[in-house]
Structures are given as C-alpha cells and as structure tokens.
C-alpha cells in the first residue's frame, strides 16, 4: 500500500455537516436565534438531537464490525468535531453516549456488544456513564454506590450517581458500583443499567443543575433504590470495573479534544466575520496589522490543536499501548491551548464578545462559557498532567535514547495500513513511552531533508531543529525531578505542559514529513511557529509568520485546514 497523508475522515461529519446547514439555513436546529434562545431558557436541544440521530451520529458510536462507522476513533472525533462548530451543547448532549457505550466496546462480551450496538443504531438509545459520585470529586475509589449479588439471580444496585451528562434522558447508565465492602482497586464493577426495564420507583432522578455553560445539556444525576439488574448487566468479571473504566477513559478524553477543536474553529469564524464586516478609522478592521496578527496566530494555534488531535486519535488504532500517555498529553494539552485562542479572539471582539444580543446572536459569549467546562471533562487538566508526570521516568529514558515503536507510528503517520482499534490493547501504563514524542529528533531530519531538496520551506527545517533541541531539554527536565507518587511538585506540572506541547509540535513535524510536498507545508509551518512560541519563554514569533493563514477582505470566512 502507498503512504498516504494522514486525513480526517470524511463520511459522518460531511452528513452532519450538510444537515445541520440546512436546517440552519431555514432558520431551524442549529440556527443562530435558535440556540440563542434554548441557551436563554436553559433548554434541551431535542431538535437539534433528532436531526442529529437523523443524519447518522450514532453509527460514530459503534464499531465498524458491529454495524458503524467504518473509520474508527478518528471518524468519531472528526464527527463530534463537526457539531461542536455549530453549538457545543448539542454536541456534549449527544456525544455523551459513547461514553455511555465504550466500557462495552472494550470488555463486553459479543452479546453485550450486539445487544447495545443494536440499541445505539436502531433505537438511537441514549446513554449516560455514572462514574462520580456526590462529594468524592474524582476520586473513583471512594464511591459508595453499591451493588450485591440477588439471591435469585443477578444484582441489586442502591446509591447515587450525580453529577452525570444524560442522567435523566438517558434510557442507560453505565454504573461503576462497590462490590467488594473494602473497595480497593478490585472493590468495583461496572453494570449497563436499562432504566426501562426497572420497576417504578427503582430509580429516580435527581435534579439538573444550573450551569454556567452548556445551559441546555442534562447535567443531573440518578439515585437507584434496590435497583434489580440482570447477571448480563454485568460488563467484565466482578472487580474489573475500575480497570475498565481508565481503558475505557484514554478514549473518551481523546474523543472529548474535539470538544475544544469545533468550539476553537467556531470562534475564529466568529472573529473573522466581525473583523471582515467592522469598520473604523477609515478601514476594515481585518486589514489592521494587530488584528491579523491576532487572527493569524489563532489559525496556527487551531492548526496545532487539529495536528495533535489527529495524530491522538490514529494512535488509538496504530498505538493503542501508548493511549494512557497520549490521551492524557492531548486532553491536558488542546483545550488548554483552544481556551487561549478563544480569549485572545475575545480581546479582539471587544464588547460583542459577551453582549448577548448583537453580533452572531451573541453566539460567541455562549461558545466562550460553553468551552471552559471541557477541561473539566473526563479528567481535569491537572488530573492528566499527574497521568503523564507518573510516568516521567521512562518517558525521559526513552526520550533520551530516541528508541520508539516504528511499526506502530508508521501506520499512525500513514506510510503503513492503520489497522482496526482492539481496545483489549488498551494498557493503564505505556510500556513503549509515546513514540511521537520519541521520534521528533527522526522526523526533524526527514523535514530538513525535504528542505535540503526544495520540497519543504527552510524555515520549517529550522523550526524542525529547534523543536528536536527542545524536545531534548524536556527529557533532562523530566529526569531531574525526583519520583514523587501523589505528591508532584508544582514544577512537574509545568514540564508536563511542556511535553503535551512537545506532542502536539511532533504531531505537526511528523504530518509534514508525510505530506511530502507543499500542499499544507505553509499551515502547518505556522503550526509549528506556535508551538515554539508557546514552548520557548520569551520567543515572538516573526512578524509575518502568520499572515498567510489571514483571509482577505474579499474572503473573510475559510474553512478549517483538513
């Protein structure tokens, strides 16, 4: 098979894409006043939703061998991706049931996979995941939802699960629940629980809670009263629910990034829009150095997001063992990054960044409330730069030596066939370290060798070196902290934002090696201009490095680079 340039998937998300336009054409789901005014009245976007199941999303959720989408993690990432551009609480709404869906997708027996693929694609049943607990934070271990065995066959299931996305809609919740009274690692289980088939009074539903953001989404909780559930609700043996749930987690928070992508490409349509149509001191506010500077570094931004995520969810299939490092660099490190772009784009709106009334239907207050929840999802950032820092001392060994899975990253960067995902090749450590990171200094070399040969620019090549150098300051950096288990000191955090900055550059490095030629040279040089920028203290970035990634006037609006 030929090398072939790693590219988003183009079936679900181009049905999402063409739906959700035209229902928003005729001022209908999707519409700007629309989502204006569910957002005001704290709505649930059931429209919206059911165009969704319409147009195809749930075949996203399900395994390709199982009935869905047949390009894996990164068709539903690219999907999700997609509505997140139009409205983020339509997409946290929806997408809620995969997370719902993915403890069977990776322990579930074939019945159970069949019996829910079946649910999800012809019922387009919702689904919940009911992991926390009130007043445990993330703290997995301590909950108290407990399930005992039935005397006459299957569990019993007693305790709450809050705050939960889809808690109340969802037809299931996916349960972790006690089964052992000590807890402890091997204490917990996971049950899929058909809230249909319980009897009244079973469970109950606990209130939604006002948000900040994503006003309309189902942000409630469940309480399960005696709850009967069949011996086949059990997912995995009896103690293997906590580790199901942190495989389960590396794919989730890979999914979750593209959260950040959609709302990131959503604001800086809004900001160019505005910056096209604004005028003032005798010109168009786009034609303003500041402003495409803002705009331009935006775009590079968005493109170093979209390099780091791509590559994530690629890895997923071609570098499932590396998943519990590289979910963690990606779910710490996008939103991070797309939460900057936003804030910077809101300096340039000015006051129609948060009147609720005026440009866009206010549309980008609501994009800019709606985004700062994603960090929280499936892991806080600081939750997943503890992941990586656990894992400091043989990333910085591998690091050092250069030494990676090349089998692996070459089908990840699309010189080798990217097989199927096996999530039974999820580990809760990554034996290998992260191959990307590992092999920036190799990818350096191709780039400067593809600029030696006028394929590439000579600015990428120099990028390209000094990323390598940093990539190996950010091994000694690694190895001169001292192991500190739960207790990481508050400079491992900032090295841990340096490796997630060190991935999402090597993503970059390595898409260029492939791309073999000019055709995303010039966005992804930009790309890479950023990275260094928010990597290195102190380095500006020169004056024109972004401007070629600015529409003109006569263009103002582009699609997102894919």
Known sequence: ??????????????????????AAAAGGPFS????????????????????????????????????????????LVDALRTVAARDLTAAVAHGKTFLGSVSTWVAGTEEQQRALAELVLDEHAVAAWGLTEPGIGSDLLAGSLTAVPDP?????????????????????????????????????????????????????????????????????????????????????GVGDGLGIVLNALQLTRTMCVALSLGAGEHALRLATGFAAGRELYGTRLLLLPLARRTLGRAAA?????????????????????EMSTVSAAVKAGVPWIVQQVVDDLAELLGARSFLTDHHADGTFQKLERDHRIVAVFDGSTAVNRSLLISQFPLLARLIGTGRHDAAGLAAVTGQAPLPDLDPRSLRLVSRTGCSVVQAVPDAAGRVADLAAAGVLPEHAARLATLLAAQTRALADAMAELSPSGGNAPAAAFAVARRFELCFAGGAVLHLLAAAGGPER?????????????????????????????????????????R
């Open 521 to 561: 040279a010039v966005t992804l040089t930009a790309a890479l201009e950023r990275c260094l920028e928010l990597l290195v203290p102190g380095r500006r970035a020169p004056a024109d490095a972004y401007e070629p990634l600015v529409p003109s006037p006569a263009h103002p609006v582009e699609e997102p680079v």
């Open 301 to 321: 931004a968005l493109a170093l997001a979209d390099a780091a995520t791509l590559l994530a969810a690629r890895c997923a299939h071609g570098l499932t063992g």
């Open 1 to 22: 098979m030929n090398a072939q340039v790693p590219r988003w998937p183009a079936g679900v998300a181009g049905a999402l894409a063409a739906a959700m336009d035209t």
């Open 152 to 236: 006459d066959g299957g569990w019993r299931l007693t305790g709450e699960k809050w705050p939960i996305n889809n808690a109340t809609r969802g037809r299931l919740v996916c349960v972790l629940a006690r089964t052992g009274p000590d807890g402890g690692p091997r204490g917990f289980s996971l049950f899929l629980v058909d809230k249909s088939t319980l009897w009244d009074g079973a469970w109950q539903p606990l209130p939604k809670e006002p948000t900040h953001g994503i006003r309309g989404a189902d942000i409630s909780g469940i309480r399960l009263n005696d709850a009967p559930v069949p011996a086949d609700a059990l997912i995995g």
């Open 32 to 75: 700007g006043r629309r989502t204006a005014e569910l957002d005001a009245a704290e709505a649930f976007p059931d429209q919206e939703c059911a165009l969704l199941d319409a147009a195809g999303f749930p075949r996203a959720y399900v395994p390709a061998r199982l009935g869905g989408a047949p390009g894996g993690l990164p068709e």
